[in-house]
T-cell receptor, first 118, second 114 residues
Framework: DTEVTQTPKHLVMGMTNKKSLKCEQH?????MYWYKQKAKKPPELMFV???????INESVPSRFSPECPNSSLLNLHLHALQPEDSALYLC?????????????????FGDGTRLSIL | DAKTTQPNSMESNEEEPVHLPCNHSTISGTDYIHWYRQLPSQGPEYVIH???SNVNNRMASLAIAEDRKSSTLILHRATLRDAAVYYCILRSSYRNNAGNMLTFGGGTRLMVKP
């Protein structure tokens, strides 16, 4: 069982719908991440939050809107998605080193939300 | 970012050791070497990481070359459950946003035969 919980596990939505993906961890981690993974490809980083503030946005289209309401929760709000956005969306968390950076800290992943856009 | 190169796929027999290689010839002195694996229908799972010295944990061993330009993940006795894609990733320890980056390469698909 993973310590990072993602809901829902599967989501089918139309291009005009608005939905949200949720991620929760209770390991006290202060860095949280969203990744996108297409079939048979490696995960690609989308967003990084550090101490509940957005620190990295990898040029993700604005139809994806992340939110970190507290240190345990991470949301990804979806609106007006395209069929090519169908993918597995993975959430991860890690410690942040006291003096910044996280190069020495492993990331813990959830099992993802499989999103299909009709 | 320094890149890694791994074979696309490898095969192993069950209960035999497996050595998964990774080349990272442009590694910098502050880059950690991380290994993750992804089992079918699951998110990636942390396996092990190191900086300069060899490392052991309950899952695997990591052997790092003296010049740090390559490393090898060692599974001591492969089981069917070890069939997965194994990713070798370099992570910066700099105090900036780059330290939070986890850039996956293509990985090695390990197949384990009974």
């Amino acid at each position: 069982d993973t310590e990072v919980t993602q809901t829902p596990k599967h989501l089918v939505m139309g291009m005009t719908n608005k939905k949200s993906l949720k991620c929760e961890q209770h390991m006290g981690h202060r860095a949280m991440y969203w990744y996108k993974q297409k079939a048979k490809k490696p995960p690609e980083l989308m967003f990084v939050y550090s101490y509940e503030k957005l620190s990295i946005n990898e040029s993700v289209p604005s139809r994806f809107s992340p939110e970190c309401p507290n240190s345990s929760l991470l949301n990804l709000h979806l609106h007006a998605l395209q069929p090519e956005d169908s993918a597995l969306y993975l959430c991860a968390s890690s410690q942040v080193m006291v003096f910044g950076g996280a190069g020495n800290q492993p990331q813990h992943f959830g099992d993802g939300t499989r999103l299909s856009i009709l | 970012d320094a890149k890694t190169t791994q074979p696309n796929s490898m095969e192993s027999n069950e209960e035999e050791p497996v050595h998964l290689p990774c080349n990272h010839s442009t590694i910098s002195g502050t880059d950690y070497i991380h290994w993750y694996r992804q089992l079918p229908s699951q998110g990636p799972e942390y396996v092990i990481h190191g900086l300069t010295s060899n490392v052991n944990n309950r899952m695997a061993s990591l052997a790092i070359a003296e010049d740090r330009k390559s490393s090898t993940l060692i599974l001591h006795r492969a089981t069917l459950r070890d069939a997965a894609v194994y990713y070798c990733i370099l992570r910066s320890s700099y105090r900036n946003n780059a330290g939070n980056m986890l850039t996956f390469g293509g990985g090695t698909r390990l197949m384990v035969k009974p």
